[in-house]
């Protein structure tokens, strides 16, 4: 998101964060920074996304599955499966 002067700007992003206060034992909201964007740059790259790799994504998948089901299922095919898609 590229970063535009203030007259320039369709919007604000104000950046807080969390800053502990080693007095109190607390956090305290702060104000960081401000940033100025234009409106359509701001929300096509929110709403863009990046894919991942499909295998990483598969292989996550299987790990809950295989948790979710105690363990990997034993189907005849399943090292068939697995073979054609390591390729």
Do not use: C
Not at 8 to 19: G, I
């Amino acid at each position: 998101m590229s970063k535009v002067d203030p007259d320039e700007a369709d919007m604000a992003w104000l950046v807080y964060d969390l800053a502990p206060d080693p007095v109190d034992n607390r956090y305290i909201l702060t104000k960081v920074d401000t940033i100025y964007t234009r409106f359509k740059e701001a929300l096509d790259e929110i709403t863009k996304s990046q894919p991942g790799d499909q295998n990483d994504f598969v292989k996550l998948l299987q790990g809950k599955l295989d948790e979710k089901l105690g363990g990997p299922l034993q189907h005849p095919r399943q090292q068939e499966v697995r073979k054609n898609r390591d390729d």
